[in-house]
C-alpha cells in the first residue's frame, strides 16, 4: 500500500524559516500532482502550494514571495521550503499526491499523516 511521510515541522520565531519533505512509498508506480496543504485550528483545510510532474506551480496568495514548493520525480519526494513565517501560518501541514497505486491498478488520492508547524510572535 501506498504512503507518504511527512518530516520536518516545528516550532520556530516569527521571521524564521523551515523546510518540509514528504516522500512517497509502497505500491505506487507514478506521481502526478503532489500538494501541500494546512489546517489550523477551528479553520478549513486550505491549499497552500501545488506542483505538477512538469513542474508548474501554483501557491495561495497569503505565502507567494515566502513558501517554495519543489519536487524530486526520482525519488516520489515534494518539499516545501517557508520563509519569512508568520504567526498566522501556524497549522498541521499536510502532503497530498494524486498518484498511480499498484494494488489494485487505479489512480488515487494519497495524504500524509501531517505534521505540525508553530510560529511564534
Known amino acids: 500500500q501506498a504512503q507518504l511521510v511527512e518530516s520536518g515541522g516545528g516550532l520556530v520565531q516569527a521571521g524564521g524559516s523551515l523546510r518540509l519533505s514528504c516522500a512517497a512509498s509502497?505500491?505506487?508506480?507514478?506521481?502526478?500532482?503532489m500538494d501541500w496543504y494546512r489546517q489550523a485550528p477551528g479553520k478549513q483545510r486550505e491549499l497552500v502550494a501545488s506542483?505538477?510532474?512538469?513542474?508548474?506551480?501554483d501557491y495561495v496568495a497569503s505565502v507567494k514571495g515566502r513558501f517554495t514548493i519543489s519536487r524530486d520525480n526520482a525519488k516520489n519526494s515534494v518539499y516545501l521550503q517557508m520563509n519569512s513565517l508568520h504567526s498566522e501560518d501556524t497549522a498541521v501541514y499536510l502532503c497530498?499526491?494524486?498518484?498511480?497505486?499498484?494494488?489494485?491498478?487505479?489512480?488515487?488520492?494519497?495524504w500524509g499523516q501531517g505534521t505540525q508547524v508553530t510560529v511564534s510572535s
Open positions: 506542483t505538477s510532474r512538469s513542474g508548474r506551480v
Open positions: 497530498h499526491a494524486y498518484g498511480l497505486g499498484t494494488r489494485p491498478v487505479k489512480w488515487d488520492h494519497y
Open positions: 509502497g505500491s505506487i508506480a507514478q506521481i502526478g500532482d
